[in-house]
């Protein structure tokens, strides 16, 4: 679940829970909303966690003088050197 998601997840149980007055038998709509929100804030917790991780293993702290200078690799490399051996050439 993404944090979007989970924040969604908790909006939508926090309307359930204080903001419908619904009574039915067998069935109380303020409990389904605190349940979603306690789904959404555990899913919440985790994908930051998650994140933080992730964050932590693509960083490389480097120096530049006395200061160290956080580096984040790229995901891809790309060459922009220009070919003309595709197609005609871009000639119609």
Do not use: Y
Not at 65 to 71: E, M
């Amino acid at each position: 679940m993404s944090i979007g998601a989970s924040i969604s997840v908790v909006a939508f149980g926090a309307i359930l829970s204080f903001a419908t007055h619904v009574h039915s038998p067998g069935f109380n709509v303020a409990a389904v909303g605190a349940v979603l929100m306690a789904v959404g804030v555990a899913a919440l917790v985790m994908q930051l966690a998650a994140l933080a991780r992730q964050r932590e293993l693509t960083a490389v702290t480097a120096t530049r003088g006395n200061a160290p200078v956080l580096v984040r690799p790229n995901e891809a490399v790309v060459d922009a050197t220009p070919t003309d051996d595709i197609g005609d050439g871009g000639q119609g």
